[in-house]
């Protein structure tokens, strides 16, 4: 199958993580968009969306080659054109093959910062950190949240279980954090070790993934274990119940890690595991995900994947990007990662934690669905700390709009520019954003900016006391302590 670009046509896959590359236009040669066998560490809806309101889009994937002025399809893809814009292009691929019922996460996830144990006590989390994190939270004059207690508060994978080791009192321990004022969520992923107490249980049920008659031997980023099939109910039910048993000690949701399509066989209808694993964990009013294959229309809250403290290279350049495509993918309910990052390797490696990259990953996160810690803020920033502080209640401005976008419009939270403002030049606009159809963010992006030239799109615009009108081209001053927020008003 193949199709010619219109004039002046681009294309948007909805891949978080093919955000930075994006748009797709007629001067790409050669480039294969792999929508299927997703082999990135995030969400992929097999869908791709153009500005001039066209959609392309199969339930199990494909595979789009862009050369020039054609793009050929590896197999027939349901083509729609809606003759208008990439927002019409969205809504009608939200209506037809991501449509939600009713269902939401909840918005709880608006509401709170998350603080998770993840950065700040990596494998080594213990009872005694935890509290001690909250603490610290408090402390430091944070708002409470949600805590979660990220990879190793169990012994081995597959038993999902406190380690008496290193949580003394599981549940005395959840009823300080609750009486405090913080959620609980635990970290947990669909992987289990050979030598846990539960994996002869499991193989004697026949739950685990096979290969050539043996248990499959899945390589994932801390190890090799086996997995479990997801495709068998009595594996779903088998996991209810350990989280059920979780639940009554207190704990009030979960962060479903793994399950990326990429570490399973072909054999094991890879996507599908992946999509499955998200389907089961949207049954949980609080959930977390990070990978997921064609699950926009399910009720999920999503992260973007670990983000390394760095203006480039997968760092604070790549955030706002990922976030739009995110959308794009019917994932409206967003956190752009840990601030400050949450590629582990760079604790690991004595990465120097630096203020700005701090700051501006804070501006980006500011107006977002959700704001996510994990290094807490006073550790990185020290004597600007009250700066900071200052800044976080710039959120409380906007939440109830926050709110009203997320409860009532069933459209992406942070939208382009493109998608609010089609036809006028912003096809390539990837570094601001609209936070619904008033406000346009602009956050620092880059090292050492201190400025940003904008072209205003069309209407009238205030920013503090100064109001523009008639697409003006201004230049206004960026400063990390304050996060410039333009609004749109009613002409």
């Not at 610290?136 to 190793?152: M, R």
Request: hydrophobic share 35%; aromatic share 14%; charged share 30%.
């Amino acid at each position: 199958m193949n199709i010619s670009f219109l004039e002046n046509e681009v294309w948007y896959a909805a891949v978080s993580e093919f955000g930075s590359y994006m748009p797709l236009d007629n001067t790409c040669k050669n480039l294969e968009v792999k929508l299927i066998n997703n082999i990135t560490y995030n969400q992929m809806t097999p869908l791709l969306l153009s500005n001039k309101g066209r959609v392309l889009y199969k339930e199990d994937g494909f595979i789009a080659i862009f050369n020039e002025n054609n793009i050929s399809l590896d197999r027939d893809v349901i083509l729609t054109d809606t003759k208008d814009s990439l927002k019409s292009a969205f809504l009608y691929a939200r209506d037809n093959f991501i449509k939600k019922d009713d269902n939401k996460v909840t918005d709880e996830f608006i509401k709170n910062n998350i603080y998770n144990t993840w950065m700040y006590s990596p494998f080594e989390v213990t009872q005694e950190k935890v509290l001690s994190y909250a603490k610290q939270i408090l402390e430091d004059g944070l708002e409470t949240g949600i805590i979660i207690i990220d990879d190793k508060w169990n012994k081995n994978y597959g038993d999902w279980i406190f380690d008496k080791d290193k949580f003394e009192n599981p549940k005395e321990m959840i009823d300080k954090l609750h009486n405090m004022g913080f959620l609980v969520m635990l970290w947990i992923c669909p992987y289990i070790d050979f030598d846990s107490d539960s994996y002869s249980k499991c193989v004697e049920n026949d739950y685990l993934l096979k290969d050539n008659d043996e248990i499959f031997k899945l390589k994932w980023w801390n190890g090799t274990s086996a997995c479990f099939d997801f495709r068998k109910k009595e594996v779903q039910d088998y996991w209810r119940e350990i989280l059920s048993d979780l639940q009554k000690l207190g704990v009030d949701g979960f962060k479903f890690d793994g399950g990326d399509s990429m570490y399973y066989k072909a054999e094991h209808q890879a996507d599908l595991q992946c999509y499955l694993w998200a389907k089961f964990a949207s049954e949980y009013k609080y959930n977390e995900l990070r990978a997921g294959y064609n699950t926009g229309a399910l009720p999920l809250f999503e992260r973007l994947s670990d983000k390394r403290h760095s203006w480039v290279n997968n760092g604070i350049k790549t955030l706002i990007p990922s976030a739009l495509a995110l959308g794009l993918s019917g994932h409206f309910l967003s956190s752009p990662d840990m601030i400050g990052g949450g590629e582990v390797k760079d604790i690991i490696n004595g990465c120097l934690l630096k203020k700005d990259i701090y700051l501006a990953h804070t501006q980006v996160a500011l107006l977002m669905p959700n704001m996510q810690f994990s290094i807490l803020p006073k550790v990185v920033l020290e004597d600007d700390y009250i700066k900071f502080l200052d800044l976080l209640k710039v959120r409380k401005c906007y939440i109830d709009y926050i709110l009203d976008l997320y409860n009532n419009t069933d459209e992406p939270i942070v939208r382009s520019l493109e998608y609010e403002f089609p036809d006028a030049g912003y096809e390539y606009e990837q570094d601001v954003f609209m936070l619904g159809s008033k406000y346009l963010v602009v956050p620092v992006t880059k090292e050492n900016q201190v400025e940003k030239e904008i072209k205003l799109p069309k209407g009238t615009w205030k920013y503090g006391d100064e109001v523009y009108k008639n697409r003006e081209n201004i230049r206004l001053k960026l400063s990390l302590d304050k996060l410039l927020v333009l609004e749109k008003l009613e002409d």
